[in-house]
């Protein structure tokens, strides 16, 4: 039997930058890196998108 199991990881990183963009930017390279060493991720788990949005804690 075949059977489709969707799958969410949901994280959360601190990156010391000058602005949102640019945390953005690193966090964007530190993921692209990972898959691109991770094939599987996409190849065998199905992963097809991950997006993420610089967040100001309020604290």
Known sequence: M???VQWIIDGLIEID????EAAE???????RSFIAKHPEL???LG???IQGHAVIDAD
């Open 47 to 49: 992963a097809v998108a």
């Open 2 to 4: 075949q059977v489709k």
């Open 42 to 44: 996409t190849e065998v």
């Open 17 to 20: 930058a000058e602005s949102n």
């Open 25 to 31: 930017a690193i966090a964007d390279e530190k993921l």
